[in-house]
């Protein structure tokens, strides 16, 4: 017992090191730069986002399913595994099928992530005792692990002007020791296969988990709405900032610049949640995030950037918000299968929306895309305001 929790305490240092090397991600602030570098138009590059989405919806759940029955440890290498993949494919694509192939990878890849990372951790400290330290210790590890992202933000920009294929090959190596690490996990023994017998008995107690509930319904759509809302902004604001006139080696050092200010919306989301309301925070969200989109439609100038980085701030406050609530009122056998389901939600807004948005990105520009998304996030927020804000009870701390 004593050799197994020693394995268990040393999780936590070990994910750092494992978080840290995945965030060496050089290639986040130019992909877009670098799928036009290869003779790719918006459309094509909307395209590659339909496909990941797709994929992603496809295994997000069942991934999940995976990750509760068949261990973390073990899904968490599969993602890295499958990130590498993806990171060699673009390396050598120049045909836009292997563009497609490569955007599946990289779905499957975060499918196997998403949920899977924090129900591991989770399970770690309450296996310790210590799922109360839960919102503070993840807040100082993804403000801690964002110096590598920040780093990695910085220098893909100059490494793209030097050769598109750096920040993808330089990704790649950091990737591989990320997979030599989760081979070196211990699995929590709090952690157990859900009683259910079967896949689909599984999934429909984790759905039922999610719906029986209306508080997790308010806080999981406002989560996808928020979720695929800034993760359009992360992506298709490269074109934007391209439009406005921002030169391509600058894109690193705006990148690192957005992911350093994010990680501190992680490090103070303790704070938010016991100074204010749980429905307040969720209402200030969604009006500040509508309004700064909004903004970002009407500005041509590179002044745009200081709105821009403002809901990454409240990405990351929210989600760890968000997932604090829920992991404290569901069970371990369901943990990662609810959090993937979660992801889910946000990958179906945005195989309709982003085409849609898309297409007029393409027909219009990119800031009448962002006009629109403005608009579908500010009616949501009015929405909040009178249907589900003056209920006192339902989103209790």
Known sequence: ???????????????????????????????????????????????????WTITNMLLEIPSGILADKWGRKKTLSVFVFLFMIE???????????????ASAFHAAAFAFYSGTNVAFFYDTLKELKREKEYIKIWGKIQFYTVLPSVLAMFLGGFL???????????TACFLFLGFIVTFTFQE???????????????????FKTIVSRKQFM???????????????????????LKNIGLLASMFGIVYAAISLISSFGYILAEKIKNSFKFRKIILFFLVVTGLCIFILSRLNTLWAIGIMIIPFFIRANYRLLQRSYMHKRISSHNRATVDSMATFLIAAIAIIAEPILGKIADTFSIQTSFLLLSIMILLYGVFFLFKIFPNKRLLKS
């Open 1 to 51: 017992m004593s050799e197994y929790k020693t394995n268990l305490k040393s999780n936590i240092w070990k994910f750092y090191l494992f978080e840290i090397l995945i965030d060496f991600s050089f290639f986040y602030p130019i992909f877009n730069l670098f799928y036009l570098a290869r003779g790719l138009s918006i459309t094509q590059i909307a395209f590659i986002g339909v496909v």
């Open 188 to 206: 929590p023994k709090f952690h157990k296969s859900s009683e259910q017998p079967s896949v689909i008995n599984h999934f429909k107690e984790s």
């Open 160 to 170: 793209f002007s030097i050769n598109e294929i750096l920040p993808y090959l330089l």
């Open 218 to 240: 308010v806080i999981v759509l406002v989560g996808a709405i928020l979720g695929f809302s800034i993760d359009y902004l992360f992506s298709y604001g490269q074109i934007y």
């Open 87 to 101: 990171s060699i494919i673009i390396i050598f694509a120049h045909n836009y099928i292997l563009f497609l192939i």
